[in-house]
């Protein structure tokens, strides 16, 4: 801080964003960086707290607060402020593998903890993040990192996204060699195929992977293991296995009509979309070009869903949620440090708003059926309202219904010699070791569906238990 109170005296300023009307007829990212004298102004709002909030990372009544990387969040913060941006990409990329991911995909809960949030607003710290992780990597400071010495120990890592990607980088880092394998045709899990362009371009995800690559790291698409290789033989060919292969089984609804055609999970249609505008062919699997759009679930994938719509030529598209509208402000039931539940315009509904002249949520909503046409076809849906004692009936039309309620956890049909809880992979207490010796699981595949950085986070500490299990493990071999 230059003096004691930017907090205050300078207002938290709104990342830059491309306008919704211009947004909308592409597929790039949305958001605009700051200019460096703005960019200084913001980190210097930061108070550099005794005790920094914003880095605690916690789960408070099933919320995230703060970052669970415990990113050095004052330290690079003071050091933008200063213009020293070289520091503070090293300070940045001490505790965060991949800041370029982190800066774009994750909702923030350090901003929800940040101190200067009680009296003022928050400090935009992802914004920051962002600039920092952006500006090293056009200063060319982002440059491979090749282990100078091998262990000759072998590890396999199945499944590309955050977890895995950092478990890799950081069991690489110690000396060993990675596989890793993914049954997509493209690397990145839920980053390549997840979350739409507009919000992480494609090429932040791919320039990592190249980069991973040159520092050693063994890439093998288009390989489902469990049907075209299975466990016991990458358990007979390498050291250890680690399992990141994430919490793909879709909640569903099994409610009337649910067999129509035209009713998708959100990540299905995700996903085609995504490849559809990597591949660039002619039409997408699923496409809601001059459809009338419903997406069950009120969460970030259905905003995703919302937006994605919108870019294809949706005829309308409403988007369906349990609960009430949030409040404009913290209630006394969500204190700080907790993660505000405040009402916010995210950009999905931003741009709907500017197209259809309307926010396109509708709250506390339950859908009791779907109605077909004589093709089997969706034409329409009924719900009721969850807050009124009559359970009115209303009927909605629809010619395509996305079903974005969460994830059940890992789907059945995965590794069977594995044990499992509450449809996660079962480990030992305060470990990531699963029932098979060597085995290793980390990420939503551990704990469920969750956020990029407590996947990032599991990877990190799965990375340092498989490092220890694999050293006992020679030590014991060279004794015998």
């Known amino acids: ?38 960019i200084k102004q913001q980190a210097s709002r930061c108070m550099d707290c005794g005790t920094p909030f914003c880095q605690i990372g916690l789960n408070i009544n099933s919320s ?27 300070r940045l990329a001490k505790t ?15 901003e929800g903890s940040c ?43 199945i499944g590309s996204g955050p977890a895995g990607l950092t478990a890799a980088d950081d069991l690489n880092q110690l000396g060993h060699s990675v596989t890793v394998f993914e049954r997509e045709d ?28 040159e520092e050693g790291i063994e890439f093998r698409a288009n390989v489902n293991v469990g049907v075209d290789l299975s466990l016991e033989e990458l358990q007979a060919s390498f050291d250890s296995v680690l399992l990141c292969i994430g919490a793909e089984k879709p909640r569903e609804l099994t409610i009337e009509g649910r067999q129509l055609k035209g009713i998708y999970p959100a990540m299905e249609y995700l996903t085609a979309s995504t490849k559809h505008y990597l591949q660039s062919s002619s039409e997408p699997d699923i496409t809601a070009k001059d459809k009338r759009v419903i ?21 309308s598209v409403i988007q369906f949620g349990k609960h009430g509208k949030l409040p404009l402000r913290r209630q006394k039931d969500n204190p700080w440090p907790e993660n505000p539940h405040v009402f916010s315009l995210d950009y999905a509904y931003e741009e709907a708003v500017h ?7 509708q709250y506390y909503i339950q859908t009791q059926s779907f109605i077909g046409n004589e093709n089997g076809e969706v034409k329409g849906l009924n719900t009721t309202y969850f807050n009124q004692d009559d359970q009115e009936t209303r009927y909605w039309e629809a010619d395509l219904v996305l079903i974005a309620i969460g994830f059940e956890g890992v789907k059945d049909e995965y590794f069977q010699t594995i ?45 340092l238990e498989i490092d220890h299990f694999l050293k006992a493990k020679k030590i014991t071999s060279e004794q015998c």
């Open 295 to 315: 997406v069950i679930g009120g969460g970030d994938t259905g905003a995703d869903c919302v937006a994605t719509a919108l870019r294809q030529g949706c005829k």
């Open 115 to 157: 101190t200067a949030g009680i009296p003022s607003d928050p400090v935009t710290i992802k914004s920051i993040e962002k600039a920092i992780i952006d500006r090293a990597f056009s200063e060319g400071w982002v440059k491979p990192r090749i282990p100078r010495k091998k262990t000759g120990l072998k590890i396999a890592i």
């Open 96 to 110: 965060n593998n991949f800041p370029e991911f982190t800066a774009r995909a994750c909702p923030a809960p350090c």
């Open 355 to 361: 197209l259809f002249g309307e926010d396109p949520r």
């Open 186 to 213: 493209r690397f990145g899990g839920l980053l390549m195929y997840g979350i739409p362009n507009m919000k992480i371009d494609k090429s932040h995800v791919q320039r990592r992977i190249d980069l991973l690559k």
């Open 1 to 38: 801080m230059a003096t004691s109170t930017e907090f205050i005296d300078i207002k938290r300023a709104k990342p830059l964003e491309v306008d919704p009307a211009e947004r909308v007829k592409d597929w790039n990212e949305y958001q605009k960086p700051f200019s460096e004298k703005k």
């Open 419 to 463: 044990n499992r809880s509450n449809n996660r992979i079962s480990t030992t207490t305060n470990s990531y070791q699963t029932n098979l010796e060597g085995v290793y699981v980390a990420g939503d595949a551990r704990r469920g569906q969750s956020l990029i950085v407590w996947a990032i986070q599991e990877g990190k500490k799965a990375a």
């Open 64 to 90: 995230t607060s703060g970052c669970p990387l415990y990113n050095l969040i004052p330290e690079w913060n003071a050091l933008v402020q200063q213009g020293k941006w070289y520091e503070a990409y090293l």
